[in-house]
């Protein structure tokens, strides 16, 4: 029963957790523009997630006129659930763990592709031509950074020869960060892996679906209240998740040099996660079609090495 | 080479005919129109097929309040037309009035008067690198964190101009024949240090623009404006020197300390929105060399003509037609008056104010057709439009 | 602590859901602190930005001031925002835009009017095209005065704002009266201007007026010259543009404080003969309009040389009322919106221009403002 009472506990703390990741990002962003951020809620502002909450709770549900109603109310629901069900296999420290799969790497990699689906639904369905746009892009994007991502994730999984994310991580604890070794690889690998996730989350410099100054909030133009909040939390889950993923794929998950455990992952994936959101704070975005090249020219022809490599390593490396 | 034709009008039929094409309507509350402007789009996927600009959203008939005002009740009104740069229009008008009525100004009173459009020049420049920063990088993104740095440099400059006016803007200091407000003691050394402080960071904006690939990426070939499209179209201004045409009136039409302080005028030859980026940010360190120059230089004497003008009788004399064009951060700000046609004498007869901003935004269905959505915020914001020039 | 049904604001069924629940009405009062804290320190604004205001409302959340202190993010759409902020001049042809983007906020929401035009029109309140105060149109919570507002008045009129929030849901203030049930449709505004501006009559008319333009001819290509671009060539421009008016178009008046009279027929042919000159920007056009006996109509236009030593040329040409000039759109593209404007402004009709519309001014507006004849103190007529 133990995976039920971790599944609790995970959700309730990514949760909380994403609320203040909220505020951290808030902060964060503020120093860089020499602001303060939110300080009056709260010492430091740090009632300011919950502030948010309560009054999104409280605002209206608009459903626009012309919209698909059925649509339109599943896709912030859905977007949800997927971004929590990618945490499911994330191992926090050895056995905090919801579901240790077999096939670990093959769910985040499949429900973070499902994620496209609720962002087209709400696109198609909020019948705003903005938010049409902004889905179009979503999907184009996704698609085409789903396969360096998926190439990237390929190089820890063929060293350590298992999709288990558990399995992933005693591999690095017996041998080293796949960040750090074997090199060649790895390092380039991890690389490639926090590019694709940031197109995969939607992160500066990768967010044309809901680049607001072409598109008014993309696939969310016409969301209010709660609706709204569910993607805005998922947004931020995903932001999270793939930071977890990361740190437990290429950064050794909880092992480290003294006294391994829990302490060490979410240290790592807060690193990554700050890591993230510095970038979209420093960099402008690209356009659609630069983006389109991009992957297509040079992340995923890069991706196929890689994996080659990796081959190469496991075969005649005799790691 | 024969210019691209404007396309006029968006007609339903194409819409209707060529099933694949949508109709975006781009404003006039948009994120990014820079206040308030509208632009419908025909789309191809993500291709501008055709573009149409509507403005007209913030027209409130400054020309019309002209004909029953007088000449200095006419000065804070003008500052509200390009408030982004609100000094200028004050000088732009009451350099058409004096030349009208033939009033001279004392010499200190020109040199601030420069002084003050070149730090103007400076705080719009800085502006509007901030908000195109916005365009290319959202407001939630690396774009945001631009705009604070330049907003930032921009509160410094307005800090001078409140030492001398006690305004943020809007600052109604210059009147017929000089100015009102005097500087303040130990402004010279003011001035430098803010403007010690901006310059140092000025280099890290033109590495910005020159060594950011995103940033090239985005704007190098995007939204090119031919030499002669832009002469024809009347742009004048940065937009104009972009395009490879040399032509600054601070240098080919001197005008109040310019003839004493020379100018080197920047000039690009790509007419693309780097182009106008690039003149735009050198542009900001030649104001202040110049603003420095000035202060330096600033003479003693008095800041208004001998007589300063109270009454509206005064003005009954005045009659005939002028026509005074400025350089302001947005190019030529022309203003002509048509005077002594009506009984009474202290307002103009008619006033007609030439924006630049006007013609830039005119040139937006000869340049987005071909580009994608996200080309037309950048494009548009690479104009530097002040919605409340251009309607007025 | 007790509230009073009948003043509240409109809340969510979430609110009154918890109110009912047994054992928690004990709690109402914290519940309904809570959730009123909660909704004052997270006030998301749309920022109805015109025009100086709305510069000072940037730099209100920029560096110095940073209205991010209390929690608020400025959103680009109205779906998400709780407060709407109008900074700027409201004309006629927004107004109604901006009740649409106020209709299409979710309850509870708040309207900051920030800025003399915001508040009354300012200086712009009696003239034709402004909205006198946009609490004509929408309900207004908190007026923050100046022209503009410093960044630090704004901070201060969000903090009222909090304070009439939570006195609002302690039943102790009036709310602004836009609970979902009075808040009046679009399309049934009081505002007859409003109202004419959504009619659906008024769109058929466009149509009808664009085909009726577009059988017009469109302007014969813009034959710019290939003239090499450089400071040299504004030497050969003409300098002596009087003895050409005189030999080739027959001036001969030159008054010393007024552009030449040239007679109508020769406008374009002059243009273009500056142009290859060397005039060849396009500066303006000023169109102004001489009642008396006969009505006359003047059109003064405005050419430039480039480069240094750049010189002006200006002409005048004069009609009679009724009759048109020629357009110089086949010469210069920049007098399209030029003389689209002073169609629109003066009623000058110029023969020729491919698409003259409105430009200023609704397309179905009546009347010319620029004319003498226009009260120069005649406000919109339901604003009046
Ligand atoms: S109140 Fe003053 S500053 Fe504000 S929009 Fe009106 S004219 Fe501009």
């Given at each position: 029963m ?10 309730t ?5 994403t609320?203040?990741a ?5 902060k964060l ?9 939110p ?7 740090l009632l ?5 909450l ?9 459903l626009p006129?012309?919209?698909?109603g059925?649509l ?8 949800a659930?997927?971004?929590?069900a ?15 799969l077999d ?5 985040v ?12 639904m709400?696109?198609?369905?909020s ?13 184009a ?7 360096p ?12 020869g298992?999709?288990s ?6 591999y690095?604890?017996?041998?080293s960060w796949?960040?750090l070794?074997?090199t ?6 991890f690389?490639l ?5 940031l197109?995969?989350s939607n992160?500066?410099?990768f967010?044309?679906p ?5 598109l008014v909030?993309?696939?969310s133009?016409e ?5 709204f909040?569910?993607?805005y ?6 932001t ?7 740190a437990?794929?290429?950064?050794g ?5 003294f006294?391994?455990?829990l302490?060490?992952?979410?240290l790592k994936t807060?690193?990554?996660f700050?890591?993230i959101?510095v970038v ?25 090495v890689?994996?080659?490599?990796a081959?190469v ?6 790691a | 080479?024969s210019?691209p ?6 007609e ?14 781009f404003?006039?509350?948009h994120?990014?129109?820079h206040g ?7 789309l ?5 097929v ?5 403005p007209?959203?913030l ?13 200095t009740?006419?000065g804070p ?5 390009d408030?982004i740069a609100?000094?200028t229009n004050?000088q732009a008008i009451?350099?058409?009035f ?5 009033i001279e100004?004392?010499?200190r009173a020109r ?26 990088g959202?407001a939630?993104?690396?774009?945001a964190t631009?705009?604070?740095?330049c907003f ?6 307005l800090d001078?101009?409140e ?6 803007f ?16 130990g402004?010279?050394?003011?001035v430098?240090?803010t403007?010690?402080?901006i310059?140092?960071?000025?280099v890290?904006?033109?590495h ?6 995103i ?6 070939g995007v ?14 201004g940065?937009v ?7 032509h600054?009136l601070r240098?080919?039409?001197?005008y109040g300390?310019?003839d ?5 005028v920047?000039t690009?030859?790509?007419?693309d ?8 940010i ?10 420095r120059?000035l202060?330096?230089?600033m003479?003693?004497g ?5 007589k300063?003008i ?5 003005f ?6 002028v026509y ?8 030529e ?8 046609g009506?009984e ?9 104010i ?11 269905p000869?340049v987005?057709p071909g580009?994608?959505v996200s080309?037309?915020?950048a494009?548009?914001?690479?104009l530097d439009?002040?919605m409340?020039e251009?309607?007025? | ?5 009948t003043?509240?604001?409109y809340?969510?069924p979430?609110?009154d859901t918890?109110l ?10 914290s519940?309904?602190?809570l959730?009123t804290w ?6 998301w604004?749309?920022?109805?930005a015109?025009?100086c205001?709305?510069?000072?409302f ?10 991010d202190?209390?929690?608020t993010i ?5 779906r ?5 902020v ?8 927004m107004?109604p835009?901006?009740?649409?983007l106020w209709?299409?906020?979710p309850e509870p ?5 920030m ?6 029109g300012?200086?712009y ?13 929408i309900?207004?919570d908190?007026?923050i005065?100046g ?8 901070m201060?009129?969000?903090?009222r704002?909090q ?12 709310p602004h009266g836009?609970s979902?049930e009075?808040?009046?449709?679009t399309a ?7 109202r ?10 466009i ?12 302007p014969?290509?813009v034959?710019s010259p290939?003239?090499?671009?450089d400071a040299?060539?504004?030497?050969s421009?003409?300098?002596d543009?009087?003895a050409l ?21 020769f406008?374009v042919e ?23 006996d ?23 040409v ?8 020629d ?11 030029q003389?689209?404007?002073q ?6 009709r ?12 609704p ?14 103190d ?5 604003w009046?």
């Amino acid at each position: 029963m133990h995976w039920l009472l971790w599944s609790v506990v995970i959700i309730t703390v990514l949760m909380t957790t994403t609320a203040w990741a909220l505020w951290l990002e808030r902060k964060l962003a503020a120093r860089m523009g020499s602001r303060l951020g939110p300080t009056m809620v709260g010492r430091h502002g740090l009632l300011q997630p919950i502030a948010d909450l309560l009054k999104l709770l409280q605002k209206e549900d608009i459903l626009p006129e012309a919209a698909d109603g059925a649509l339109f109310n599943l896709a912030p629901i859905l977007t949800a659930v997927f971004a929590i069900a990618t945490v499911a296999v994330v191992p926090f420290g050895e056995g905090v763990i919801a579901a240790d799969l077999d096939i670990g790497v093959l769910w985040v990699l499949a429900f973070g592709g499902l994620m496209v689906i609720p962002v087209w639904m709400a696109g198609w369905a909020s019948n705003n031509k903005f938010a049409l746009l902004g889905g179009m892009r979503a999907v184009a994007q996704a698609v085409s950074y789903e396969v360096p991502l998926v190439l990237a994730s390929m190089v820890p999984v063929i060293l350590a020869g298992s999709m288990s994310m558990t399995d992933i991580v005693h591999y690095q604890q017996q041998h080293s960060w796949i960040a750090l070794w074997p090199t060649l690889p790895g390092l380039p690998a991890f690389l490639l892996f926090l590019l694709a996730s940031l197109a995969e989350s939607n992160r500066i410099p990768f967010d044309i679906p809901e680049a607001e100054s072409e598109l008014v909030a993309g696939v969310s133009t016409e969301y209010t209240g709660m609706k709204f909040g569910l993607f805005y939390m998922a947004e931020y889950i995903h932001t999270l998740v793939s930071s977890a993923i990361g740190a437990a794929l290429f950064l050794g998950g909880w092992s480290g040099p003294f006294a391994p455990g829990l302490h060490w992952m979410l240290l790592k994936t807060l690193g990554l996660f700050v890591f993230i959101y510095v970038v979209r704070w420093t960099l402008l975005r690209f356009r659609q079609d630069q983006l389109m090249r991009l992957a297509w020219v040079w992340l995923v022809p890069m991706g196929l090495v890689l994996v080659f490599m990796a081959a190469v390593v496991v075969v005649w490396g005799g790691a | 080479m024969s210019a691209p034709q404007p396309q006029h009008r968006i007609e339903l039929a194409v819409h209707e005919g060529e099933g694949d094409l949508m109709l975006v309507n781009f404003g006039p509350q948009h994120p990014s129109t820079h206040g308030v402007f509208r632009i419908k789009l025909l789309l191809d996927g993500e291709i501008v097929v055709k573009a149409v600009p509507y403005p007209g959203f913030l027209h409130r008939g400054v020309e019309k309040l002209a004909e029953r005002l007088t000449f200095t009740q006419l000065g804070p009104i003008v500052d509200k037309n390009d408030y982004i740069a609100p000094m200028t229009n004050e000088q732009a008008i009451f350099m058409a009035f004096e030349k009208l009525l033939g009033i001279e100004v004392p010499r200190r009173a020109r040199w601030m008067r420069t002084l003050f459009a070149e730090l103007q020049r400076v705080a719009s420049h800085l502006l509007w690198l901030g908000t195109f920063a916005l365009d290319l990088g959202g407001a939630l993104g690396g774009g945001a964190t631009v705009f604070l740095y330049c907003f930032r440099e921009r509160e410094l400059v307005l800090d001078l101009f409140e030492e001398v006016t006690g305004a943020r803007f809007h600052y109604n200091t210059h009147t017929m024949g000089g100015n009102r407000h005097d500087l303040p003691a130990g402004y010279a050394q003011k001035v430098h240090a803010t403007l010690d402080v901006i310059a140092a960071r000025l280099v890290e904006y033109e590495h910005l623009t020159s060594t950011n690939r995103i940033f090239d990426v985005r704007t190098r070939g995007v939204g090119t404006i031919s030499s002669e499209l832009a002469l024809g179209l009347g742009l004048t201004g940065p937009v104009l020197r972009a395009s490879g045409v040399d032509h600054d009136l601070r240098r080919d039409a001197p005008y109040g300390a310019y003839d004493e302080v020379p100018v080197n005028v920047m000039t690009e030859t790509s007419g693309d929105c780097l182009a106008r980026a690039l003149v735009r940010i050198r542009e900001m360190t030649e104001s202040i060399r110049l603003a420095r120059a000035l202060i330096d230089g600033m003479p003693e004497g008095p800041i208004c003509g001998a007589k300063a003008i109270k009454t509206p009788t005064q003005f009954k004399a005045a009659s005939g037609q002028v026509y005074v064009g400025i350089e302001t951060p947005r190019g030529e700000l022309g203003t002509y008056v048509i005077a002594g046609g009506n009984e009474r004498g202290a307002a103009p007869y008619r006033l007609k104010i030439r924006p630049p901003s006007y013609h830039a935004m005119s040139v937006l269905p000869y340049v987005l057709p071909g580009h994608m959505v996200s080309d037309v915020v950048a494009i548009l914001g690479s104009l530097d439009p002040i919605m409340g020039e251009v309607d007025r | 602590m007790a509230v009073d049904e009948t003043a509240r604001n409109y809340t969510h069924p979430l609110y009154d859901t918890l109110l009912a629940a047994p054992g928690l009405n004990v709690l109402a009062g914290s519940v309904d602190q809570l959730l009123t804290w909660g909704l004052k320190n997270s006030l998301w604004i749309f920022p109805m930005a015109t025009s100086c205001c709305g510069i000072e409302f940037m730099a209100a959340s920029a560096s110095r001031v940073d209205l991010d202190r209390m929690g608020t993010i400025p959103r680009a759409t109205p779906r998400q925002a709780d407060v709407m902020v109008v900074a700027g001049t409201i004309t006629v042809k927004m107004a109604p835009r901006v009740k649409k983007l106020w209709d299409q906020m979710p309850e509870p929401k708040w309207c900051v009017a920030m800025g003399s035009c915001a508040i009354s029109g300012d200086f712009y309140r009696d003239l034709y095209p402004t909205v006198p105060g946009i609490d004509t149109v929408i309900p207004v919570d908190v007026y923050i005065p100046g022209c503009p507002p410093n960044p630090e008045a704004v901070m201060a009129g969000m903090l009222r704002l909090q304070e009439k929030i939570a006195l609002v849901r302690q039943g102790l203030f009036p709310p602004h009266g836009s609970s979902k049930e009075d808040r009046p449709e679009t399309a049934k505004m009081a505002n007859p201007a409003v109202r004419r501006l959504l009619d659906p009559a008024r769109d058929a008319a466009i149509t009808a007026h664009q085909v009726t333009l577009a059988g017009t001819p469109s302007p014969d290509t813009v034959d710019s010259p290939p003239l090499p671009v450089d400071a040299s060539t504004a030497g050969s421009a003409d300098r002596d543009l009087e003895a050409l008016l005189r030999d080739r178009f027959g001036v001969t008046e030159f008054p010393k404080d007024a552009p030449p009279l040239v007679d109508a027929a020769f406008h374009v042919e002059l243009a273009r003969t500056l142009r290859d000159r060397g005039f060849r920007q396009y500066v303006t056009c000023v169109a102004s309009h001489w009642p008396g006996d006969p009505e006359t109509f003047e059109v003064a236009t405005v050419l430039r040389s480039t480069g240094s030593g750049s010189q002006l040329a200006a002409w005048r040409v004069r009609v009679a009322a009724g009759e048109p000039v020629d357009s110089l759109c086949g010469v210069f593209a920049g007098a399209d919106w030029q003389e689209r404007e002073q169609f629109d402004l003066v009623g000058l009709r110029f023969a020729g221009h491919p698409d003259l519309r409105r430009v200023m001014m609704p397309e179905d507006y009546v009347g010319h403002p620029l004319r003498r004849d226009f009260a120069s103190d005649a406000p919109c007529a339901p604003w009046r």
